[in-house]
């Protein structure tokens, strides 16, 4: 490309930006909880309590991928510190448990019904461990550092390795049962950490309330602030510790390129109750989270708990297949195909920025102004007047985030009527019209610190 606008702020890195891609994924909390009905295990559960009676990793996965999400993330070790893999460095796992004789490992079945489904496989190790016994020492740390290795080590490639900042303070503690407190900017030792799944599993992004490269969005019911920036001052964040504002809206201008992660459960809890069978999300609510998360620029991580007999319920099943239906059929064809596009600039006024770039449906390229327009619009005509409900906008991410306001106009015959407004774009903004609006032509103003660098546009 000749004389490409320069980047703006902070801007992703590789491995953040295949995992912007994937968009949709799935949370599995599954462990001891699921048999005693809990949420927060003791760390006092007995192994023997772990009898999943059809396990079927490969259902798991399939019901997944058929709702259309990209991977997996299993917790193989929550608070309760039971370990859903044969862990050399403990006895208290599936080593225990009638699962498979005590010769399972439920963590390695999941990897391999991802890697045979075509899914991502990720791991969530609880840092908090209210089994062991030397929890809140140093050799506690030592241990925690040892199963992440096996972890790494043996499960072939993570795509997200997940860090919960709960830290509660009572549990057994192998016998003492009492209040054990951390400092948890310190204790855990973060860069050895981090410098670990660097080094064992190079392309894993790691999520924590501070990153290193994915943020919390600082709420676990499925949406993200309005704006949501893509970026951070990470600086005084760290697991169990943040600004619960600043992370559902980010900082801007931030120091670190540093996307949300919205995670919300299918069900009121994150582990399976049979009790709450009734109350699984439906296909309209998982919608309004898909607006409120993915529509915002996130990532969704959605939570599927295995029921007892280690599969995904038949009643988050449906849910799945409805929401999967909903948006298939909103986002089938983008009907600004064929529109006739008018740009108030084009970079260099060539076409190697042109304005149609929008539509080419490419990662690669974008529409660009010359680097002193900072403020542009763009005009679509349509050949026939067209009937539009969802508006997607989408940023081209290597470049920066750089647009900073928005607003979409429609003609009504003889005045521009805006539709909508605001801040951040970002990956994609999803606007949702309350009313579908029909109208032969469509134009979007945008405005920022520098040019912008828009990849693309769809309406449906
Ligand atoms: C929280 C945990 O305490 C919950 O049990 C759950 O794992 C959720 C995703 O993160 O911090």
Redesign the pocket.
């Known amino acids: 490309m000749s004389n490409p606008p320069l980047p703006y702020g902070p801007t992703p890195s590789t491995r953040q930006l295949a995992w912007q891609r994937l968009e949709t994924y799935a949370?599995l909390?599954f462990t001891v909880n699921t048999f005693t009905d809990k949420?927060?295990g003791y760390g006092d559960e007995s192994p023997e309590v772990f009898n999943p009676t059809a396990f079927d990793a490969d259902q798991l996965a399939e019901t997944a991928k058929g709702a259309g999400l990209k991977g997996l993330i299993l917790?193989a070790k929550?608070?309760d510190g039971f370990c859903l893999w044969p862990s050399r460095y403990t006895d208290h796992s599936v080593k225990a448990s009638p699962f498979r004789g005590g010769k399972g490992d439920v963590v390695r079945e999941v990897s391999e019904a991802c890697a045979h489904a075509g899914l991502r496989f990720g791991v969530?190790l609880s840092p908090w461990d209210r089994n062991h016994k030397y929890y809140a020492s140093q050799y506690y740390v030592a241990y925690y550092l040892s199963q992440l290795e096996e972890l790494c080590s043996d499960y072939g490639p993570l795509f997200e390795v997940w860090f919960?900042?709960?830290n509660g303070g009572d549990g057994y503690y192998g016998g003492a049962r009492e209040q054990r407190q951390i400092d948890a900017s310190t204790y855990y030792e973060w860069d050895k950490v981090r410098a670990l799944v660097r080094r064992l599993q190079p392309n894993a992004c790691m999520f924590g309330d501070g990153g290193p490269d994915i943020r919390w969005v600082g709420n676990?019911e499925g949406w993200a602030g309005d704006p949501c920036w893509a970026t951070l001052n990470p600086a005084d964040f760290y697991p169990g510790h943040a600004d619960l504002s600043r992370l559902q809206h980010g900082d801007r201008p931030g120091t670190d390129w540093l996307p949300a992660e919205v995670?919300v459960s299918i069900r009121p809890g994150?582990f399976y109750h049979a009790s709450e069978d009734a109350r699984v999300k439906t296909p309209e609510q998982l919608l309004d989270i898909y607006y409120a998360s993915v529509g915002h620029g996130c990532n969704l991580l959605l939570?599927l708990p295995p029921d007892r007999r280690g599969l995904i319920h038949e009643a988050d099943a449906a849910s799945l297949r409805g929401w999967r239906k909903a948006l298939d059929e909103t986002f089938a064809t983008n009907l600004a195909q064929g529109a006739k596009l008018t740009a108030s600039n084009v970079r260099g006024g060539s076409g190697e920025f042109a304005a149609e770039k929008v539509l080419d449906g490419s990662t690669e390229t974008y529409w660009s102004t010359d680097d002193e327009v900072t403020s542009a619009e763009l005009v679509l005509d349509f050949e026939q007047p067209l009937e539009v409900r969802v508006i997607c906008l989408r940023e081209h991410l290597p470049l920066g985030q750089r647009v900073e306001e928005f607003a979409l106009d429609a003609w009504e015959g003889s005045s521009w009527r805006q539709l909508a407004e605001g801040q951040s774009l970002g990956s994609q903004r999803l606007l949702r019209l309350e009313q579908p609006f029909t109208t032969p032509r469509l134009r979007l103003r945008l405005s920022g610190p520098v040019c912008p660098a828009l990849e693309e546009v769809g309406m449906y």
């Open positions: 949370f909390h949420e927060w917790t929550h608070h969530y919960d900042g709960a676990e995670d994150w939570n």
